[in-house]
Structure formats: structure tokens, C-alpha cells
């Protein structure tokens, strides 16, 4: 991959305010040049330029500045990063954007050298390719990875609700009553979930929760889509991450945890077991080793 196209998969969506729009940006820029991705979760923007084109474009938009493009570089660099972190800055820089026939001209005001600093950010629409590499691809892996993580801790909860009741037929009591709890059973957990929870939980609203709670997530999800495709790359396999391979991006991800692939749709319904299989919950065998005296929750 492409030094930019590697960059920009890498970097999390961010939050961008401007006076007159909420926008979900993310942008990667080098001494060689800028990728942008824009989205008012409606329609996807993108510009990719090098080093050529910034000179071109600072040249026309600032004749009173003379500079290699790798300042001009450095300067959007310097702007754009408190922007999309969410740090204040006052009066370093004034954003703006209009769109104009398909397109989203981002418009940057600022200083450089003491000088007056333009800057117009030209964004087509994406391509659905494009699209899909950085939101919907990412978006099934962090879904796939959700899924694992939700069942994991239904069957360590499960292990958990085992181990107290072992310890209760062997005489152990709680020594506070408010700390008791009632056995996890899942389907009563995921009903209640989905009539009191969803609702709140799938507010998407402006994208501030996802571009919030989800940076670290995404991060990794995007990291193992591009080692997979270096690693495509360097065995000279012909296939890429886009292809229909079960142990790709969202395999290697979730390699540590169950494959939360089946044949079939799960559509949320708890498994039985903490395996996933049919049947009663077995219970672990537990050794019959002298237990030291209970401290703490039990007495």
C-alpha cells in the first residue's frame, strides 16, 4: 500500500466542529503529501494529493508566501492535529467548509511566517471502494470483535455464577447482603437489553460516541487490514483483504477468542453453554484440595 492510503486506514475518525457543521474527518499528512477523509454521515469526501499539487496550490492561493511544500505541509499538519484531537487552540486557525456540486471545499484561514496563511481542502465524493475500506469494512470487524468479547464474558460470567455456588454448598455465606447477585442467565439479559438499552445505544446521533469510545477499537480492526494486505503483498498472493477469505482482517483479529462465524445468523440468541454448545451448562470439575479459610465477600 500506498504511504498515504497505509496512513490514512490507520488513523481514527475525529470529531470536526466547525461553526456551521459537525463532521467526522481523519487525515494523514507527510512531507510527501495529505490524504483527507470527510463525512457528515450522509456522503463520504476525500482528497489525496502530493507534494506537487500543494506547491501549485499554495502558489495560487498565497503569492505573498514563498516556501518549500514541505512547510505548507508541516503548517496543515500543525492545524488539523489540535482540530481532530479536540484541543483548543483560539485564533490560531479559522475553518470553514462549502459544498459545492458534489464536492466539500474545507477552507483553512490562519498565519505563517507573520504572513496571512489560505488553505482549501478540495473533497470529491469517495468511492464506494474507498467506503468501504475505511467505514464498512472496519465497522463488520469491530462488530465481529463485540460479538466475541460479549460472549466471552457470558461464559465467564457463567463460570463465575459455578464457582460461587461451590463455595455456597460448602458453607461459605455472604458478609454483606447487598453484595449478592442473582445467577447471569442470558436470555433474560438480552431481552431486557434490547427493550431498555438499544434504543440508547444505537443513538448515533452527530458521531461523537463512535469517534469517543471507539478510537482504540477501530485502530486495531484498521491495523490488522493492513497487515494482512502487506502480508498478501510480500508473498505475492494475488488476493487482497477485500477478498472473500474467512481467515482474513476479521479472522486474524479475533484469533484469540471463538470464531464468532457460523453458518448461520446468531442474531444476538445466547448460547446455551459457555462452548456454545447444546445441552445443560456443565459444571467444572473442582479439585479436592483443603481450601484456606474464606476472607472477604464470604465468611
Given amino acids: 500500500m500506498e504511504e498515504l492510503e497505509q496512513g490514512l486506514l490507520m488513523q481514527p475518525w475525529a470529531r470536526l466542529q466547525l461553526a456551521e457543521n459537525s463532521l467526522l474527518a481523519k487525515a494523514y499528512i507527510t512531507k510527501q503529501g495529505y490524504a483527507l477523509l470527510v463525512s457528515d454521515l450522509q456522503e463520504v469526501w476525500h482528497e489525496q494529493v502530493d507534494a506537487s499539487v500543494v506547491s501549485q496550490r499554495a502558489k495560487e492561493l498565497n503569492k505573498r508566501l514563498t516556501a518549500p511544500p514541505e512547510?505548507?505541509?508541516?503548517?496543515?499538519?500543525?492545524?488539523?492535529?489540535?482540530?481532530?484531537?479536540?484541543?483548543?487552540?483560539?485564533?490560531?486557525?479559522?475553518?470553514?467548509?462549502?459544498?459545492?456540486?458534489?464536492?466539500?471545499?474545507?477552507?483553512?484561514?490562519?498565519?505563517?511566517?507573520?504572513?496571512?496563511?489560505y488553505?482549501?481542502?478540495?473533497?470529491?465524493?469517495?468511492?464506494?471502494?474507498?467506503?468501504?475500506?475505511?467505514?464498512?469494512?472496519?465497522?463488520?470487524?469491530?462488530?465481529?470483535?463485540?460479538?466475541?468479547?460479549?460472549?466471552?464474558?457470558?461464559?465467564?460470567?457463567?463460570?463465575?455464577?459455578?464457582?460461587?455456588?461451590?463455595?455456597?454448598?460448602?458453607?461459605?455465606?455472604?458478609?454483606?447482603d447487598r453484595l449478592k447477585t442473582e445467577p447471569f442467565e442470558e436470555t433474560s439479559f438480552l431481552e431486557q437489553f434490547m427493550v431498555e438499552k438499544l434504543p440508547e445505544a444505537c443513538s448515533v446521533g452527530d458521531g461523537r460516541p463512535f469517534v469517543t469510545?471507539?478510537?482504540?477499537?477501530?485502530?486495531?480492526?484498521?491495523?490488522?487490514?493492513?497487515q494482512v494486505r502487506q502480508k498478501h503483498e510480500d508473498t505475492g498472493d494475488p488476493q487482497t483483504s477485500g477478498?472473500?477469505?474467512?481467515?482474513?482482517?476479521?479472522?486474524?483479529?479475533?484469533?484469540?477468542?471463538?470464531?464468532p462465524v457460523s453458518s448461520e445468523p446468531s442474531h444476538l440468541v445466547p448460547e446455551k453453554g459457555p462452548t456454545g454448545t447444546s445441552g445443560p451448562v456443565q459444571r467444572p470439575q473442582l479439585s479436592k484440595v483443603k481450601r484456606k479459610k474464606l476472607r472477604g465477600l464470604f465468611s
Avoid at 475553518?95 to 511566517?113: N, P, Q, T, Y
Avoid at 488553505?119 to 467505514?135: E, G, K, R, Y
Avoid at 477478498?243 to 470464531?259: F, I, N, R, V, Y
Wanted: one cysteine or more; a negative charge; aromatic letters at 6%.
Fill in 71 to 117: 512547510a505548507f505541509l508541516s503548517h496543515l499538519d500543525d492545524l488539523l492535529r489540535p482540530l481532530l484531537k479536540d484541543i483548543d487552540h483560539p485564533g490560531k486557525a479559522t475553518f470553514s467548509c462549502d459544498r459545492v456540486a458534489g464536492a466539500l471545499i474545507l477552507r483553512v484561514r490562519s498565519e505563517l511566517s507573520g504572513l496571512p496563511f
Fill in 119 to 176: 488553505w482549501n481542502f478540495h473533497c470529491i465524493l469517495a468511492t464506494p471502494s474507498l467506503v468501504s475500506q475505511h467505514l464498512i469494512r472496519p465497522l463488520m470487524g469491530m462488530s465481529l470483535a463485540l460479538q466475541c468479547q460479549a460472549r466471552e464474558l457470558a461464559a465467564l460470567l457463567r463460570m463465575k455464577d459455578l464457582e460461587i455456588q461451590d463455595y455456597q454448598e460448602s458453607g461459605a455465606t455472604l458478609s454483606r
Fill in 213 to 226: 469510545n471507539l478510537q482504540t477499537l477501530y485502530t486495531a480492526v484498521t491495523r490488522q487490514e493492513v
Fill in 243 to 259: 477478498s472473500a477469505s474467512p481467515h482474513g482482517t476479521d479472522g486474524q483479529l479475533l484469533s484469540k477468542l471463538e470464531d
